[in-house]
């Protein structure tokens, strides 16, 4: 799997790629929760749209995916891992997530999913991450590290 996923760090071109892949990826959760609108959502991902955060995933050369993260001094907040849904239960998520806990290995990693976003949690749980805090929508996550 290794050599088939490979990232790159966003630009500005990337704007409507990640908006298409945040929309088919979240629609279904954020439309069950808060209702969606498009107009919304296109500011929503304008205002929060920052490509030095941003890393691309690509699958055989495609890309599939991307993923955000804040670094802090100690601290790593992963704010979005998004794969399209013709590339999910591939692995990939897995791989992303193994390939920040691997550079990431002095800092605390934390994310926030959404309670109806099963699915990512038991991704999460099964790299080990572990409920810190709850609130009316979302799970708060902390990796918990061996040793």
Known sequence: MKCKITFRKANINDFNKTLIIK????KPYIENIWGWNENEQFNLHAK???????QIIKYLNNCVGYF??????NEIF????LIEKKHQNLG???????????ENKKKV???????????????YF?????????????????LIKSG
């Open 126 to 142: 099964k790299s080990g991450f572990k409920i810190i805090n709850k609130s009316k929508y979302h799970i708060e996550m902390e």
């Open 92 to 102: 990939i998520g897995t791989y992303v997530i193994n390939s920040i806990i691997k």
């Open 78 to 81: 992963i704010k979005n891992i």
């Open 48 to 54: 929060n749209f920052h490509p030095e955060n941003i």
């Open 109 to 123: 990693i934390k994310l926030k999913v959404l309670k109806i976003n099963t699915k990512a949690q038991k991704l």
């Open 23 to 26: 929309s088919n990826s979240l």
């Open 68 to 73: 955000e993260i804040l670094e802090l001094e």
